[in-house]
């Protein structure tokens, strides 16, 4: 995989929505410059709902030009930088198509893609769309969220280099779609032989599919 980052986002602004929390982070919008990478995400970069967004396991959040660009045929409608929620747009980098826990270097931090995004009603409500989360969920469009290894600094250019590449075989999207059984299992056993971190959230999803045989 070979591509670059085109923007880096961070929230502009808390937004409004329905719910326990009565607001959220995210409207994210691009920045210009070096922005600073730590353990728990982008500097300057918040998530309203930490029980469901944000920490270790979903500290960066990266989405492909190439599936906004499908989205946005589908739609009928530009989709900015940034209108996922998304903290990293990246072009040339098969960001669905990535195996769990491979590991990325982008700029002077390190990454590792640590799990999937389980779109919720906020991202329905913000992006005014009819059965969005349903829609969303069937496309298999995903992206992926990503564990920081090394703290740095990314910025807009910025190449993203696979370092390494767990064995098991199961992607993004495929993880997204199915969860099955069988990728579980093989999620666990490759997590088992020290190729990736398992982390609290994707640890529930392995055990309820495993839950589900």
């Known amino acids: 995989?070979?591509?670059r980052v085109l923007a880096v986002c961070v929230v502009a602004q808390l937004t409004s929505v329905r719910g326990r929390v009565g607001v959220s982070g995210i409207d994210k919008r691009?920045?210009?410059g070096p922005v600073k990478v730590r353990d728990l995400g982008l500097f300057g970069d918040l998530q309203a709902d930490r029980a469901h967004h944000g920490g270790e396991e979903k500290a960066v959040y990266v989405y492909a030009d190439e599936s906004?660009?499908?989205?946005?045929?589908e739609l009928g409608r530009e989709l900015p930088h940034g209108h996922f929620g998304e903290n990293l747009r990246t072009r040339g980098v098969a960001v669905d198509d990535a195996i769990v826990g491979e590991r990325w270097r982008i700029g002077t931090a390190e990454f590792q893609v640590s799990t999937v995004r389980n779109p919720c009603s906020t991202f329905e409500q913000w992006?005014?769309?009819?059965?969005?989360?349903k829609r969303f969920q069937q496309s298999g469009l995903c992206g992926a969220y990503l564990r920081v290894l090394r703290p740095g600094a990314v910025e807009a250019g910025d190449d993203v280099e696979v370092l390494s590449r767990p064995g098991h075989g199961v992607t993004v999207s495929q993880w997204f779609v199915e969860r099955s059984a069988a990728d579980a299992r093989a999620l666990l056993?490759?997590?088992?032989?020290?190729?990736?971190?398992v982390g609290e959230r994707l640890r529930a999803h392995i055990e309820s599919a495993l839950g589900r045989a």
């Open 127 to 133: 992006m005014g769309e009819p059965r969005w989360v």
């Open 68 to 73: 906004m660009t499908r989205w946005e045929s």
């Open 30 to 32: 691009p920045v210009d």
């Open 1 to 3: 995989m070979s591509g």
């Open 189 to 197: 056993a490759s997590a088992g032989a020290g190729e990736f971190v």
